[in-house]
C-alpha cells in the first residue's frame, strides 16, 4: 500500500508540477529537481517509470476529482508565483472558449511550422535525426509515433498520433 502511495506521489505531483511550470512560458515554479531530474531517472528505468505512470494512472481513474483538484493546486501555485503570465493564460482561455475553432487552427498552424522547421532537408518527413535536432519531445516516443516502422515519421503519422491523443484524454475525463 506504501509502495502505490509513493508512486502516486511521484508520479503525480512531481510530473503536474514540473508540467505546470515547465509547459507555460516564463514559469519559475519547479518541483525539486525539476522536469530534467525526472527524465534523467526514467532515462536510467524506463520500466520502473513506465509502472509508476501507470499507478498514476490508475489512481486518477479511481480518484479523478482528487486529481483535478491536485491539478488546479499546482495552477494556482503556478499562477501565484506568475501573475502576469497567468493572467495572459486566462484571457487566451477565454478567447478559445470563445471562438475554438480558431484556437484550433492557430495551433495546428504553430504545429506545421514547427514540423517544418524541424524537416531541415524539406522532403516532408521527420527522419529520427530531425526529430532529435528539432523536436526532442518527439524523438523521445519516436517508435511509437513511427506507425510503419521506416525510420521515418510522415505528417499523416504525426497526426494519426495527436488524434489518437487527444481521444485518451477524452476517455480519461
Known amino acids: ?30 518541483p525539486e529537481g525539476g522536469r530534467a531530474a525526472m527524465m534523467e531517472r526514467c532515462k536510467a528505468d524506463p520500466e520502473k517509470c513506465r509502472a509508476e505512470r501507470q499507478a498514476r494512472m490508475e489512481v486518477c481513474k479511481a480518484n479523478p476529482e482528487k486529481c483535478r483538484a491536485e491539478r488546479q493546486a499546482q495552477r494556482e501555485k503556478w499562477c501565484t508565483a506568475n501573475p502576469d503570465k497567468c493572467k495572459q ?7 478559445c472558449k470563445a471562438n475554438p475553432e480558431k ?8 504545429m506545421d511550422e514547427r514540423f517544418k522547421k524541424a524537416d531541415a532537408d524539406g522532403n ?5 535525426a530531425e526529430a532529435e535536432k528539432g523536436m526532442p519531445r518527439i524523438a523521445r516516443h519516436f517508435d511509437r509515433l513511427d506507425a510503419d516502422k521506416d525510420g521515418q515519421i510522415t505528417r499523416a ?13 477524452a476517455k480519461q475525463m
Open 157 to 169: 503519422e504525426f497526426e494519426a498520433a495527436r488524434k489518437h491523443r487527444g481521444q485518451g484524454k
Open 124 to 128: 516532408g518527413i521527420i527522419s529520427r
Open 89 to 95: 493564460m486566462k484571457a487566451r482561455m477565454e478567447q
Open 1 to 30: 500500500m506504501i509502495n502505490k502511495y509513493l508512486a502516486f506521489v511521484l508520479l503525480l505531483v512531481l510530473p503536474l508540477t514540473a508540467g505546470a511550470a515547465e509547459g507555460l512560458p516564463g514559469a519559475t515554479v519547479k
Open 103 to 110: 484556437c484550433r487552427a492557430e495551433r495546428q498552424a504553430k
